[in-house]
């Protein structure tokens, strides 16, 4: 329950200051309630390595950014495109996550596509031609909006780790006769 209230009031004034830290900076950062609230969600998420988890996540953002390459550069503007691009992108994302061997959660990548495809689309579609600066763009505005929200999140999660983690019981290590068959 604690880190449960916590974490959502700090997620809360992270995003705040994220807010009036790009006014002040001229950073021009996006709504932060998209990067803040996935950066916090990769942060929090229970199981799995945070490391693991964290480079699914970026992995699966570089995908993304990969698939709107290809639909700007190759594929016919409409929805045959679109669907080119999602087959291409999620099937990316499932081998990624598949090539790993449960080092990656197929979750965390799937977590970083979607958050950059709702950082970059509707920008994406006001203008494909201006890919290359706009992706850019969009990429570094939302990596540090997602920054920030990871970063307050981890320190919650230091400071009061998941409940179930505490309470789960220890491997047990003992072999039985004839287990090896």
């Known amino acids: 329950m604690k880190r449960t209230v916590l974490g959502g009031l700090a997620l809360a004034i992270a995003a705040a200051l994220a807010v009036y830290l790009g006014d002040a900076l001229s950073l021009g950062l996006p709504n932060p309630l998209l990067g803040v609230a996935v950066g916090g969600v990769l942060a929090l998420a229970p199981g799995g390595h945070k490391l693991g988890r964290l480079a699914g996540f970026l992995i699966g953002v570089l995908l993304a950014l990969v698939g709107y390459a290809v639909n700007a550069g190759f594929l016919p503007i409409g929805s045959n495109g679109v669907a080119i691009t999602a087959v291409l992108t999620l099937g990316l994302a499932t081998a990624a996550a598949a090539l790993s061997f449960g080092r990656m959660p197929l979750w965390s990548v799937l977590l970083g596509v979607a958050g950059f495809a709702g950082a970059y689309d509707f920008i994406y579609?006001?203008?494909?031609?201006?890919?290359?600066?706009?992706?850019?763009?969009?990429?570094?505005?939302?990596?540090?909006?997602?920054g920030i929200g990871y970063l307050t999140a981890a320190v919650i999660d230091l400071f009061f780790?998941?409940?179930?983690?505490?309470?789960?019981?220890?491997?047990?290590?003992?072999?039985?006769?004839?287990s090896e068959i």
């Not at 992706?135 to 909006?145: A, D, M």
């Not at 780790?161 to 004839?178: I, L, W």
């Open 161 to 178: 780790p998941e409940e179930s983690e505490k309470a789960e019981p220890a491997p047990q290590t003992q072999e039985t006769v004839g």
């Open 125 to 146: 579609e006001d203008n494909p031609p201006e890919f290359l600066t706009t992706s850019v763009e969009t990429l570094g505005r939302f990596l540090v909006v997602f």
